[in-house]
Every structure is written in structure tokens, then in C-alpha cells.
């Protein structure tokens, strides 16, 4: 591993994020146009660690769904998988989003509240299988516990985190680059909120997240991602295709609310959401079509699909 550690200024509003491939990490700090530069110190002096993992999986065979070049849809899923929140449906959540996947065929998945063990060994297998023509892959960026500065475990033991799996046709495939980091701005408890993001070749930027529950901190901790991070991860991998936020942000849209989720919604985006606090956001390359509720039985939150088409 090589490590790369930034301090950050005092006035930046996320800590660090770090480059990954293959489960290497290298953590980046960030310099903004217009913001003063990160001054670089030793590890000891700025303790964080993260644990991120990624893979992309070349196409398994010929035959399977032809991939249009203008539909694209989005699917997020909490699937409240950690074993110990009430929503905890014993593992079937994960049947039930694999259902969901079959059903709905995105190209992007965003996954929230789930196992590390649960997108290697099912989501995205299951993904991939309905893709065989495609390039795919899955990005998983664990929580952070208070207590040990390392990855939140779910109650089995494995890690605990967030996801973003996509695909891409086989013939604009040049590679992904993966990104996963933790917000400064966090409440008192142990599991530390963060988020992963994928460049996927030249055709989507993906991201997911799933924010605190006290809602002056997850607006303080999206604006870090929909104005600081997202904007400076695309500049940084040089990519300027269309871009897909989604999450269970848990803030909802409300027009009285000062913390109403429509202010972290940035100049030349969209966002959609299901009535509650799952959002997906998009570029305005993106134009909306439909969206909907998709049923997973067991647990307190629906799928929430939004179709798109490209301009």
C-alpha cells in the first residue's frame, strides 16, 4: 500500500478520500481553484483509515440484453442488512434487491446499509449475469467506526458500508477509476458516514452515500459530496460525461424546511426522489422519464428506480 496524507484547512467540509484499485489505497487530499493548498504531513499527525474495495469484471459472453445507447436508469436500494437495526430482515433483504436488479436491469446501482460479503458474493454477481455483454463493476466503501478509526462491522463481522455497482457496453469500455472517503462533519455515534463513487469509463460518474440521521449534520455532510467532492473527483479523472448521485440521504424535500434536501442540489442537476429520504440526482445531460417504487419485502424502505434518457 502507499499512503498519501493530506491535512485538510480547517474550512474544508470533508476529510479525505481515497483513490482505490484493487483494494489499494492511496488517500488524496484536495485543492480546489481559489482555495488555499492542503499542506502535506506525516501519518501520525492525521489518523484516519478507510478500507475501500473495488473491481471491475470483463464481459462473460455474447448473447445477453442488448444495452441501449440512450435509455439509462438508476436504482437505489437500502437494504438495512447490518443485523442490528430493527428494519433487519435475517439476510433476505439481499434476495429481495437481487430481485429488484433482475427486475429493473439499471446500469447503476446505488446500495445502502449493506454488508461488504453481500455486493462480492450476490448483488453484483447478479448484476453482472444480467449484462453478460457488458463491462461491470462494484465499488464499496465502509463506514467508519468512532471507536477503532477502522471499518464498521456488521453484526456477522464483515465490514459495513455503502456501494455503487454500474456497467458499461463493451465498446466504450476504457477502464473505471474508484473512489471512497468520510465527511468531517459527523454526530456523536460510533458508525461514521461516507461515501464511494466510481468514474466509469468515458460514459457515467457515479455516486452513492447514506447520510446522518440528525438533519443539520447530513446536509452539512451532502454538500460536502454534491459541491466539493463529486465536482473536484470528475475534474481530477478529467471526465465529462453524465453524472448519477444517489443515496438515502435522510433529508426530504420540503419547502419550509431550511433543511429541505433541494438545497444540495447544484446549478445543472436534477433530483428525484421517493417522497421520503431516498434522492437521485442527476446531470441535466440526463433527462428525466419516469420514475418508480419497487417493493422489497422485509424492510422499511422501497427501491426507488428513476429511468433517464441521454441527449
Known sequence: MHHLIYKQDADSIFSNFCLISSCCIYRLGVSFAGSRRRRLIRPSQYQISLQC?????????????????TVFKALQLNL???????CYSK???VGEGNSAISLTTPHVVTLNEICLQDIQNSLHPTFASSWPDD?????????????????????????????????????????FKAYGGHYVAQD???????FACAAASSDHFACTTHLNTTKATAMTQCKALMFEAAPYLKTSTGFSGSTVVGGDLNLKYD????????????????????GSV??????????????????????????????LTRT
Open 255 to 274: 419547502r419550509g424546511d431550511k433543511y429541505n434536501v433541494q438545497n444540495c442540489v447544484p446549478n445543472g442537476y436534477t433530483r428525484k426522489g421517493d
Open 80 to 86: 438495512c442488512n447490518s443485523g442490528f437495526a430493527k
Open 53 to 69: 474495495c473495488s473491481k471491475s469484471f470483463t464481459p462473460k459472453k455474447s448473447g445477453g440484453k442488448s444495452a441501449s445507447s
Open 188 to 194: 456523536g455515534g460510533n458508525e461514521q458516514r461516507s
Open 135 to 175: 463491462h461491470t463493476y462494484y465499488v464499496f466503501q465502509p463506514a467508519i467506526d468512532k471507536r477503532t478509526n477502522g471499518a464498521y462491522k456488521c453484526k456477522n463481522g464483515d465490514q459495513y458500508g455503502i456501494a455503487v455497482i454500474g456497467r458499461v457496453a463493451a465498446s466504450k469500455w476504457s477502464g
Open 91 to 93: 439476510g433476505k433483504a
Open 278 to 307: 431516498q434522492q437521485i440526482t442527476f446531470s441535466n445531460d440526463l433527462k428525466f422519464k419516469d420514475s418508480s417504487k419497487i417493493s422489497v419485502p422485509g424492510i422499511d424502505h422501497p427501491g426507488w428506480l428513476v429511468d
